[in-house]
């Protein structure tokens, strides 16, 4: 029989596109998907991405606030956040499990989802989601155990959880996550549209003497892991990927970079959710026969 997919996510802040969607794909092909939270009640989406609200430089007027123009753009879109509605009103959702419940011989698939509002910092830093982490990735660099995927600052949970000899278990893997020619820009943009609060877009700032970009996910994860997967240059529908202006559909995922290593599976962004859904769900779905045949 086969076994549920668990989602981790923070208690607040977590993109609604990079959890909703994989849900809804996951839910749509049969899989039952079970949740966990810090402390084992509901989470909560980046409200900010849900409603596009306060993404414009009028969004602290009051009669103003509601209108939206740069936050139309940003915020989710209409089909992520019908799927996100969906979502919370799932019993799973409801009634998640706690970190400290997680068991790896529960599941057969494990998704991080991302997002970058300063909330998820909890997440990204919890010692006892890196202990579950170990037990995906009993050796560093090595196969996980079961299927894993992550998207975003989702990947940066992976990466900071070091082996015992200090090594980031996901070394020297093939992965991606959010760019920095994008999280630049957005924190640019951010700037001038949430001018009252202009590091909305940077989980971590630079400090002292580092460098621009220095505590983005991209460099972070080149110096954890040693490596980052970007868009290649020749690939299909460059333009369409990089751009950061298109996002991918259940029929279309051009503007998709998704990248698998065995059992591993990462992209960069919400843009990218449909495709990275659809891989992980292949992946899952090879896993599953492969231990039915083992059986």
């Known amino acids: 029989m086969n076994k549920a997919i668990v989602m ?16 809804l794909l996951l839910t749509q092909a049969g899989h039952q998907v079970k949740f966990a939270t810090p402390d084992g009640k509901a989470a909560a989406a980046d409200r900010l991405m849900l409603s596009g609200v306060e993404l414009d430089f009028w969004g602290k007027v009051p009669l103003l606030r509601r209108l939206k123009l740069v936050g139309l753009v940003l915020r989710a879109n209409g089909d992520a956040r019908r799927a996100y509605q ?26 991080f989802p991302g997002g970058h509002d300063k ?27 079961i299927p894993v995927a992550a998207i975003c600052h989702g990947v940066l949970v992976l990466a900071r959880t070091n082996d015992a000899q200090g090594v980031s278990v996901v070394h020297g893997r093939k992965l991606t996550s959010l760019p920095w020619s994008f999280e630049s820009k957005a924190w640019q943009l951010g700037k001038i549209v949430r001018f009252w609060d202009p590091h909305y877009y940077r989980t971590y700032l630079e400090s002292g003497q580092e ?11 080149t110096r954890l892991v040693g490596g980052f997967s970007d868009v290649d240059s020749a690939a299909n529908d460059y333009w369409r990927k990089t751009s950061g202006m298109h996002r991918d559909n259940e029929t279309d995922t051009r503007a998709a970079w998704v990248v698998q290593d065995g059992l591993l599976v990462t992209a960069r962004w919400p843009g990218d959710a449909h495709g990275f859904a659809q ?6 779905s090879q896993y599953q026969t492969t231990q039915k045949v083992a059986a």
């Open 8 to 23: 981790i996510l923070p208690s607040y802040g977590f993109d609604p596109t990079e959890a909703a969607i994989p849900w």
């Open 86 to 111: 969906q979502m919370i009103q799932d019993e799973s959702f409801r009634q998640p499990m706690s970190y400290s419940q997680l068991d790896v011989a529960l599941f057969d698939g494990v998704v």
């Open 119 to 145: 909330a998820i910092k909890p997440y990204l830093e919890s010692e006892v989601l890196r202990a579950f982490v170990r037990k995906l990735f009993p050796v560093a660099g090595g196969e996980p155990v």
């Open 211 to 221: 460098p621009a970009g220095f505590w983005g996910v991209q460099q972070e994860l």
């Open 279 to 284: 891989r992980f769900i292949q992946m899952v």
